[in-house]
C-alpha cells in the first residue's frame, strides 16, 4: 500500500523533465555570469593537474615537499611568462608591419585586380572602400593598449596557482577521504583526471609538432612573423575542431599583403596540408580514444562552453565536458546510457589491447 501511495505521489515524467531543463538553463545562465571567475579559476586547476605528477614524483625520491612545490610553482611561472613575452613581442612587431601596409597601395592594386577579373567599376571601388587598413592598424593599437587590463587576470590566475600548487600536496590524502564517503564519486573525479591529463598530453605534443611545422614552413615561404603564427597554431590546437581556421585566418592575410594572392594561398595550402591532415583527421582520433568523447560530442562541448565562458570556454571545453560529466553521470548507474550516447567507440587497435 505504501510502494502505491509512494507511486501515486510520484511527480509526472514530463514535469520533471521541464523542472531539469528549467534548473539547467538557470545554472548555465548563472556560469556565465561567473565566466570570469571559472574560467581562470578551472584554467589554473587544469595546469595543477597536469604537471602535479612532477612534485609527485620528486617527493617519491626523497625531495622535500616545499622545494617539490616551489619547483612546480616556478616551472608554471616560467612556462607562462615565456608565453605572454613572445605574445607581447610579436604582437608589437606586428603592429609596426600593419603600419607600413596600410600606407601602401595596396587596396587601390586589389581594386584594379578586381576590374580586370570583369567586376564593375562601382563594385570595385565599393569593396576597395571597406578594405581600409587602417582600421586593422587601430584595432591592434587597441589591442597593445588593452594588455595593462589583461595584466589583472593574469595575476589573479597566478595567485590561483600559487595557491592550488600547495594544496596539491595534500591530493592524495584528500582524494582518500573523498573515496571512503562517496566511492563512486571519487572514482569519477579520478578518470577525471586521468583523462584530463591525457587530453592536454595529446593535444600539446600535436600542438607542438603543428606549430614547428607551420613556422618552418611559414618562414620558408617568407612570410613574417614565423614565431608567431606558430604560437597561434599551438594555442588554437586547444580549440577542437575549427581551431584550425583560427590559426590560418591570420598569417593567409599577411600573405596575401606581403606577397599577393599566390603567397596567400600558399599559406592556406601550407595550413591544409599540416593542420587539416594533423588537427583534424588524426588527432581527433588520438583525443577521442584518451578522453573518451565522441566527436560529436566534443563539438557541441565546444559551442556550448563558449557560449557560457567565452574564448577560455573554446580551449576548456573538453575538460569541462568531462568535469560535468563526472560529477552528473558517471557516479549515477541510472545514467550510463548518457556515457553510450556520447562516449567514443574504442578502435580496434585499443579493444584488443
Same mark, same amino acid.
Given at each position: 500500500?505504501?510502494?502505491?501511495?509512494?507511486?501515486?505521489?510520484?511527480?509526472?515524467?514530463?514535469?520533471?523533465?521541464?523542472?531539469?531543463?528549467?534548473?539547467?538553463?538557470?545554472?548555465?545562465?548563472?556560469?556565465?555570469?561567473? &565566466?570570469?571567475?571559472?574560467?581562470? $579559476?578551472?584554467?589554473?586547476?587544469?595546469?595543477?593537474?597536469? !604537471?602535479?605528477?612532477?612534485?609527485?614524483?620528486?617527493?617519491?625520491?626523497?625531495?622535500?615537499?616545499?622545494?617539490?612545490?616551489?619547483?612546480?610553482?616556478?616551472?608554471?611561472?616560467?612556462?607562462?611568462?615565456?608565453?605572454?613575452?613572445? $605574445?607581447?613581442?610579436?604582437?608589437?612587431?606586428?603592429? *609596426?608591419?600593419?603600419?607600413?601596409?596600410? #600606407?601602401?597601395?595596396?587596396?587601390?592594386?586589389?581594386?584594379?585586380?578586381?576590374?580586370?577579373?570583369?567586376?564593375?567599376?562601382?563594385?570595385?571601388?565599393?569593396?576597395?572602400?571597406?578594405?581600409? $587598413?587602417?582600421?586593422?592598424?587601430?584595432?591592434?593599437?587597441?589591442?597593445?593598449?588593452?594588455? &595593462?587590463?589583461?595584466?589583472?587576470?593574469?595575476?589573479?590566475?597566478?595567485?590561483?596557482?600559487?595557491?592550488?600548487?600547495?594544496?596539491?600536496?595534500?591530493?592524495?590524502?584528500?582524494?582518500?577521504?573523498?573515496?571512503?564517503?562517496?566511492?563512486?564519486?571519487? #572514482?569519477?573525479?579520478?578518470?577525471?583526471?586521468?583523462? *584530463?591529463?591525457?587530453?592536454?598530453?595529446?593535444?600539446?605534443?600535436?600542438?607542438?609538432?603543428?606549430?614547428?611545422?607551420?613556422? %618552418?614552413? $611559414?618562414?620558408?615561404?617568407?612570410?613574417?612573423?614565423?614565431?608567431?603564427?606558430?604560437?597561434?597554431?599551438?594555442?588554437?590546437?586547444?580549440?577542437?575542431?575549427?581551431?584550425?581556421?583560427?590559426?590560418?585566418?591570420?598569417?593567409?592575410?599577411?600573405?596575401?599583403?606581403?606577397?599577393?594572392?599566390?603567397?596567400?594561398?600558399?599559406?592556406?595550402?601550407?595550413?591544409?596540408?599540416?593542420?587539416?591532415?594533423?588537427?583534424?583527421? !588524426?588527432?581527433?582520433?588520438?583525443?577521442?580514444?584518451?578522453?573518451?568523447?565522441?566527436?560529436? &560530442?566534443?563539438?557541441?562541448?565546444?559551442?556550448?562552453?563558449?557560449? !557560457?565562458?567565452?574564448?577560455?570556454?573554446? !580551449?576548456?571545453?573538453?575538460?569541462?565536458?568531462?568535469?560535468?560529466?563526472?560529477?552528473?553521470?558517471?557516479?549515477?548507474?541510472?545514467?550510463?546510457?548518457?556515457?553510450?550516447? %556520447?562516449?567514443?567507440?574504442?578502435?580496434?587497435? *585499443?579493444? *584488443?589491447?
Amino acid at each position: 500500500m505504501d510502494i502505491r501511495g509512494a507511486r501515486a505521489r510520484r511527480l509526472p515524467r514530463a514535469l520533471v523533465l521541464l523542472g531539469g531543463a528549467a534548473a539547467t538553463v538557470v545554472v548555465l545562465a548563472g556560469c556565465s555570469a561567473a &565566466a570570469w571567475l571559472i574560467g581562470p $579559476l578551472f584554467l589554473a586547476i587544469v595546469i595543477v593537474i597536469v !604537471i602535479n605528477p612532477i612534485p609527485q614524483w620528486l617527493r617519491r625520491h626523497h625531495v622535500p615537499s616545499w622545494l617539490a612545490t616551489t619547483l612546480l610553482v616556478v616551472l608554471v611561472y616560467g612556462v607562462i611568462a615565456s608565453l605572454v613575452v613572445v $605574445l607581447f613581442v610579436s604582437v608589437a612587431q606586428l603592429a *609596426t608591419l600593419l603600419s607600413h601596409y596600410a #600606407d601602401d597601395d595596396i587596396v587601390a592594386r586589389a581594386a584594379a585586380q578586381l576590374r580586370h577579373w570583369g567586376v564593375g567599376a562601382d563594385q570595385a571601388r565599393a569593396v576597395a572602400g571597406g578594405l581600409d $587598413l587602417r582600421h586593422i592598424v587601430r584595432y591592434v593599437g587597441s589591442v597593445l593598449g588593452s594588455i &595593462a587590463g589583461i595584466g589583472t587576470s593574469v595575476v589573479f590566475l597566478l595567485s590561483l596557482l600559487l595557491f592550488l600548487s600547495i594544496d596539491a600536496a595534500t591530493a592524495d590524502v584528500r582524494r582518500a577521504g573523498l573515496i571512503t564517503g562517496r566511492p563512486a564519486l571519487g #572514482d569519477a573525479l579520478r578518470t577525471f583526471v586521468r583523462g *584530463t591529463r591525457r587530453y592536454v598530453l595529446v593535444t600539446t605534443v600535436f600542438g607542438l609538432v603543428v606549430a614547428v611545422l607551420d613556422s %618552418v614552413g $611559414l618562414a620558408a615561404l617568407g612570410v613574417s612573423l614565423p614565431v608567431l603564427w606558430g604560437v597561434l597554431a599551438f594555442m588554437t590546437n586547444y580549440i577542437p575542431n575549427i581551431g584550425f581556421v583560427l590559426g590560418v585566418l591570420p598569417p593567409a592575410v599577411l600573405g596575401l599583403l606581403q606577397g599577393g594572392w599566390r603567397l596567400g594561398l600558399a599559406v592556406v595550402v601550407l595550413y591544409g596540408v599540416l593542420n587539416f591532415v594533423v588537427q583534424s583527421l !588524426i588527432q581527433p582520433r588520438f583525443v577521442g580514444n584518451a578522453v573518451g568523447l565522441s566527436t560529436t &560530442a566534443t563539438f557541441v562541448s565546444l559551442v556550448l562552453w563558449s557560449w !557560457i565562458l567565452g574564448p577560455p570556454g573554446a !580551449i576548456l571545453a573538453v575538460p569541462l565536458t568531462l568535469l560535468a560529466k563526472a560529477l552528473l553521470i558517471d557516479p549515477d548507474p541510472r545514467a550510463t546510457w548518457v556515457t553510450a550516447l %556520447v562516449g567514443s567507440i574504442p578502435t580496434t587497435s *585499443t579493444r *584488443t589491447r
